[in-house]
Protein backbone atom coordinates (compact mmCIF):
# COMPACT_ATOMS: atom_id res chain seq x y z
CA UNK A 1 0.00 0.00 0.00
CA UNK A 2 2.85 2.01 0.81
CA UNK A 3 4.61 1.60 -2.52
CA UNK A 4 1.29 2.48 -4.44
CA UNK A 5 0.85 5.93 -2.64
CA UNK A 6 4.65 6.46 -3.51
CA UNK A 7 4.00 5.48 -6.80
CA UNK A 8 0.64 7.95 -6.89
CA UNK A 9 2.40 10.91 -5.21
CA UNK A 10 5.55 10.66 -7.91
CA UNK A 11 2.48 10.77 -10.85
CA UNK A 12 0.45 13.89 -9.13
CA UNK A 13 3.57 15.26 -8.87
CA UNK A 14 4.83 15.10 -12.04
CA UNK A 15 1.29 16.72 -14.09
CA UNK A 16 1.59 19.25 -11.54
CA UNK A 17 4.85 20.22 -12.78
CA UNK A 18 4.24 19.60 -16.41
CA UNK A 19 0.71 21.56 -15.85
CA UNK A 20 2.20 24.65 -13.81
CA UNK A 21 5.10 25.10 -16.73
CA UNK A 22 2.72 25.11 -19.49
CA UNK A 23 0.51 27.75 -17.19
CA UNK A 24 3.19 30.07 -17.40
CA UNK A 25 3.08 32.79 -20.65
CA UNK A 26 5.86 33.67 -22.96
CA UNK A 27 6.95 37.54 -22.52
CA UNK A 28 7.89 38.84 -26.05
CA UNK A 29 9.88 41.99 -26.76
CA UNK A 30 9.52 43.81 -30.81
CA UNK A 31 13.20 45.05 -31.60
CA UNK A 32 11.82 48.11 -33.49
CA UNK A 33 15.48 49.15 -34.56
CA UNK A 34 16.19 45.93 -36.00
CA UNK A 35 12.99 44.64 -37.93
CA UNK A 36 12.95 46.17 -41.81
CA UNK A 37 11.13 46.09 -44.82
CA UNK A 38 12.49 46.59 -48.02
CA UNK A 39 10.56 46.74 -51.35
CA UNK A 40 12.04 46.85 -54.76
CA UNK A 41 10.41 47.49 -58.13
CA UNK A 42 11.04 45.20 -60.76
CA UNK A 43 8.86 46.12 -63.73
CA UNK A 44 6.31 48.78 -64.44
CA UNK A 45 3.80 49.39 -66.86
CA UNK A 46 1.30 52.27 -67.62
CA UNK A 47 -1.36 53.51 -70.23
CA UNK A 48 -1.08 57.02 -70.77
CA UNK A 49 0.80 57.25 -67.22
CA UNK A 50 3.02 55.60 -64.62
CA UNK A 51 2.96 55.31 -60.71
CA UNK A 52 5.59 54.09 -58.20
CA UNK A 53 5.60 51.96 -54.92
CA UNK A 54 7.35 51.90 -51.38
CA UNK A 55 6.57 50.38 -48.11
CA UNK A 56 7.88 51.33 -44.45
CA UNK A 57 7.33 50.24 -40.98
CA UNK A 58 3.84 51.39 -39.31
CA UNK A 59 4.66 54.64 -37.28
CA UNK A 60 2.93 52.82 -34.04
CA UNK A 61 5.05 49.35 -34.24
CA UNK A 62 6.91 50.69 -31.08
CA UNK A 63 3.40 50.25 -29.48
CA UNK A 64 3.67 46.12 -30.04
CA UNK A 65 7.28 46.02 -28.48
CA UNK A 66 6.22 44.15 -25.21
CA UNK A 67 3.29 41.93 -25.09
CA UNK A 68 2.88 38.20 -23.61
CA UNK A 69 1.07 34.94 -24.92
CA UNK A 70 -0.25 32.20 -23.10
CA UNK A 71 -0.04 28.02 -24.66
CA UNK A 72 -2.29 28.49 -27.76
CA UNK A 73 -2.70 32.32 -27.50
CA UNK A 74 -1.97 34.58 -31.24
CA UNK A 75 -1.46 38.26 -31.58
CA UNK A 76 -2.04 39.84 -34.76
CA UNK A 77 -0.31 43.05 -35.37
CA UNK A 78 0.34 46.16 -38.08
CA UNK A 79 3.75 45.18 -39.32
CA UNK A 80 4.74 47.54 -42.54
CA UNK A 81 2.60 49.56 -44.95
CA UNK A 82 2.75 49.72 -48.71
CA UNK A 83 2.34 52.70 -50.45
CA UNK A 84 1.38 53.57 -53.84
CA UNK A 85 2.67 56.99 -55.13
CA UNK A 86 3.53 59.35 -57.89
CA UNK A 87 0.42 58.10 -60.01
CA UNK A 88 0.12 60.29 -63.22
CA UNK A 89 -2.27 58.78 -66.01
CA UNK A 90 -5.35 56.74 -65.73
CA UNK A 91 -4.27 53.15 -65.66
CA UNK A 92 -0.65 51.81 -64.55
CA UNK A 93 0.93 49.58 -62.02
CA UNK A 94 4.07 46.96 -61.88
CA UNK A 95 5.45 44.15 -60.16
CA UNK A 96 8.14 44.05 -57.02
CA UNK A 97 9.78 41.80 -54.67
CA UNK A 98 9.87 42.61 -51.08
CA UNK A 99 11.82 41.56 -47.90
CA UNK A 100 11.11 42.10 -44.34
CA UNK A 101 12.70 41.29 -40.81
CA UNK A 102 10.73 41.28 -37.94
CA UNK A 103 13.13 41.10 -34.90
CA UNK A 104 12.85 40.01 -30.95
CA UNK A 105 14.76 40.93 -28.17
CA UNK A 106 12.81 38.49 -25.77
CA UNK A 107 12.12 36.00 -25.00
CA UNK A 108 15.32 35.41 -27.06
CA UNK A 109 17.41 38.10 -29.33
CA UNK A 110 15.75 36.33 -32.62
CA UNK A 111 14.46 37.35 -35.89
CA UNK A 112 12.11 36.18 -38.55
CA UNK A 113 12.94 37.11 -42.34
CA UNK A 114 11.67 36.12 -45.34
CA UNK A 115 11.24 37.65 -48.83
CA UNK A 116 7.56 37.71 -51.09
CA UNK A 117 6.57 38.79 -54.55
CA UNK A 118 3.37 40.73 -55.91
CA UNK A 119 1.99 43.41 -58.14
CA UNK A 120 -0.13 46.30 -58.21
CA UNK A 121 -1.87 48.56 -60.10
CA UNK A 122 -3.89 52.05 -59.53
CA UNK A 123 -6.51 54.40 -61.61
CA UNK A 124 -6.01 57.79 -61.50
CA UNK A 125 -4.18 57.07 -57.31
CA UNK A 126 -7.79 56.47 -56.26
CA UNK A 127 -8.60 53.42 -56.55
CA UNK A 128 -5.84 50.43 -56.17
CA UNK A 129 -4.86 47.04 -55.84
CA UNK A 130 -2.65 44.27 -56.06
CA UNK A 131 -1.01 40.73 -54.13
CA UNK A 132 1.83 40.00 -52.10
CA UNK A 133 2.76 36.78 -51.18
CA UNK A 134 5.64 35.25 -48.96
CA UNK A 135 7.83 32.25 -49.83
CA UNK A 136 8.36 30.63 -46.26
CA UNK A 137 5.96 31.33 -43.71
CA UNK A 138 5.05 30.80 -41.06
CA UNK A 139 8.00 30.36 -39.46
CA UNK A 140 9.04 28.55 -35.98
CA UNK A 141 11.10 29.64 -33.47
CA UNK A 142 12.42 27.12 -30.29
CA UNK A 143 13.45 28.16 -27.42
CA UNK A 144 15.98 26.88 -25.20
CA UNK A 145 12.99 25.82 -22.42
CA UNK A 146 11.46 23.87 -25.21
CA UNK A 147 8.67 26.76 -26.12
CA UNK A 148 8.47 27.55 -29.17
CA UNK A 149 6.59 30.45 -31.51
CA UNK A 150 5.50 30.50 -34.70
CA UNK A 151 5.77 33.66 -36.83
CA UNK A 152 3.44 34.52 -39.94
CA UNK A 153 3.69 37.24 -42.08
CA UNK A 154 0.13 38.12 -43.73
CA UNK A 155 -0.10 37.27 -47.77
CA UNK A 156 -1.99 40.22 -49.32
CA UNK A 157 -4.54 39.89 -52.09
CA UNK A 158 -6.56 43.62 -52.28
CA UNK A 159 -8.17 46.18 -54.13
CA UNK A 160 -10.44 49.36 -53.30
CA UNK A 161 -10.34 52.94 -52.93
CA UNK A 162 -7.03 54.53 -51.43
CA UNK A 163 -3.67 53.86 -51.95
CA UNK A 164 -1.84 52.29 -48.83
CA UNK A 165 -2.20 49.07 -47.74
CA UNK A 166 -0.96 47.37 -44.19
CA UNK A 167 0.51 43.97 -43.68
CA UNK A 168 -0.24 42.69 -40.40
CA UNK A 169 1.84 39.63 -38.82
CA UNK A 170 1.00 37.04 -36.69
CA UNK A 171 2.81 35.57 -33.49
CA UNK A 172 1.22 32.48 -31.54
CA UNK A 173 2.70 30.82 -28.60
CA UNK A 174 3.18 27.27 -28.12
CA UNK A 175 4.25 25.29 -24.93
CA UNK A 176 6.75 22.58 -24.51
CA UNK A 177 5.05 19.37 -26.01
CA UNK A 178 4.06 17.38 -22.77
CA UNK A 179 5.16 14.10 -21.98
CA UNK A 180 2.77 11.13 -23.16
CA UNK A 181 0.73 9.53 -20.76
CA UNK A 182 3.39 5.91 -21.12
CA UNK A 183 6.43 8.43 -20.60
CA UNK A 184 4.80 9.84 -17.35
CA UNK A 185 3.94 6.00 -16.44
CA UNK A 186 7.32 5.42 -16.91
CA UNK A 187 8.59 7.83 -14.82
CA UNK A 188 6.63 7.25 -12.41
CA UNK A 189 7.67 3.78 -12.23
CA UNK A 190 11.09 4.71 -12.75
CA UNK A 191 10.93 6.93 -9.48
CA UNK A 192 8.99 3.90 -7.68
CA UNK A 193 11.87 1.43 -8.72
CA UNK A 194 14.64 4.34 -7.43
CA UNK A 195 13.10 4.19 -4.08
CA UNK A 196 12.54 0.78 -3.51
CA UNK A 197 15.89 0.36 -4.20
CA UNK A 198 17.09 2.95 -1.93
CA UNK A 199 15.15 1.61 1.26
CA UNK A 200 16.71 -2.07 0.50
CA UNK A 201 20.12 -0.79 0.63
CA UNK A 202 19.27 1.17 3.50
CA UNK A 203 17.60 -1.76 4.72
CA UNK A 204 20.72 -3.77 4.72
CA UNK A 205 22.98 -1.44 6.46
CA UNK A 206 20.76 -1.34 9.25
Known amino acids: MRKLLVFLCAIALIFTIVGSASAIPIEFGIDETKSSVELIIMTTWG ?4 SSIYASLVDDLDTMENFSLYDGESLTFDFFDIIISDATGWLSGG ?11 SPVVSKVTDSGSGSWFTICGFISGGYLSWADMPQTLTLPDGNYFDVDFENVLIAGLGNTTTVSATVTAHAAPVPE ?3 VMLLGTGLLGMIAFGRKRFNKKA
Do not use: H
Request: proline share 6%.
Open 47 to 50: ICGS
Open 95 to 105: TADVEATLAFD
Open 181 to 183: PAT
